[in-house]
């Protein structure tokens, strides 16, 4: 608009451009809140913030600790083995100051050093060979069986599967990396169609460990959830992750709503906690949920430092000082707050959103809208809603100590796929990203368990896969 048309519409309705410059205002006001966030203040990845690169400031509380080992903590060395797989012996032949022959003196001491050493790595090539005998009372040829497995004329063993599935799913690599590394480490050139039918083997020996890994998920009392952007076939999809302590499913789909939750599968009869960052979708479900309130702590942070607005510095203190002594009933095994101290924090929550509210009154009438739909907000009031509607799942890990206080969970599970993306770029069919996600379940649930993932992925092709869906 230029100053004549501005000009003329000052002659014909003057309140009409009151209402544009407070509309220019506030325009002004979304973009600065877009510009102004980043990884520090929202859950915007570290990634996203170019050039403006935000003052780290970590939301835990300092422990007044040093660096380092702290006291009592045992340090991890090299030890000296009691069995070593060689010993090389280094005899004296002559004494080194006359020249004497030692070989017949008796030896009076071994001083021992030890190397941790790698040995030399090949691919060995097994020959079976199978008997054949006709036996002279009835004639009859017999012929010995081959061992279990070995079908093919020429074929991979186990192990040597096991490291094509560890390399491309548990490291992440591409396929041409994973080529290179076969051909250094082991002087063994594999070919992409090995690779592709490699892992296609795996997924599917894995569909009945994968089934009970859900069914295990939907009887668990609480389920952590989140989802993040995946490019298929240079298309952008979702993964979804649903895990625990214990074990983890994903699930790529074109949709990140309801449509793919139906199609997992698990939220829709479960009956336990999930725990979200408050994505609508989760929340039309009808199972008890709990919200990330680490989530919370960035939104809060971005509202009182961008802001200046004090209620979220106090709720940010509330959150966090509810948690330390949460914390510390945990240590003194204790297995709830007192109901008199419950009902304090309640008080104090309900006093700082009041406060916000009181804040952000004058702010209402800049948000009016003229236009049919729902009255826009700004972010502050976004978030006092979601406080006042949600408080018992904002503060479920007060209420009941077994809720967890944040979605890190979830977020863990799901941060290895920002990784692999970065290291081998998109899937580059849906059927491709359906093995990763199969597979990568399986080796992040027997990680959580301990399991060796080697040992675990070589169980895989043996047929007999590691129980590694057992509840919590």
Known sequence: MNREEIEKLL???????????????????ELEIIIKKDSHNSSKPPSSDMIRKPKLKNLREKQGRKPGGQKGHKGITLELSSNPDKIIRHTLENCAYCGNNLKEEETEKVERRQVYEIPEIKVNIEEHQSEKKKCRSCGKTNKSKFPEGINNVVQYGLRLKSYIVYLMNAQLLPYQRTQEIFEDLFGHKLSQGTLNNTNSSCYELLEETEE???????????????????????KRQWLHVVGTQRLTYYKHHAKRGREAIDSIG?????QGRAIHDFWKSYMLYDCQHGLCNVHHLRELKFIAEEQKQLWAKKMIELLLEIKQEREKRIENREE????????EYEKKYHQIIEEGIQLEKPQEEV?????????????????????????KEVLGYMYDFQVPFDNNQA??????????????????????AEYFCRIRGYISTAKKQGVNVLEAIESVFDRNPFQLYRTE
């Open 367 to 391: 948000f009016k809208k003229k236009k049919r739909g729902r009255k826009k907000q700004s972010k502050a009031k976004n978030l006092l809603d979601r406080f006042i509607n949600y408080e």
């Open 11 to 29: 002659e014909i309705n003057p309140r009409a451009l009151v209402d544009l410059v407070v509309e220019l205002f506030r325009r002004i006001e």
């Open 212 to 234: 009970k890994i859900k069914e295990s998920l939907s009887k668990t009392d609480i389920i952590h959830l989140d989802e993040s952007g995946l490019y298929v076939n240079k």
């Open 266 to 270: 698990i939220l829709p009869l479960y």
């Open 336 to 343: 709830s707050l007192r109901e008199i101290e419950i009902r």
């Open 411 to 432: 977020e863990r599970d799901i941060r290895m796929i920002k990784l692999q993306q970065k290291i081998s770029g998109c899937f580059r069919s849906d059927r491709g």
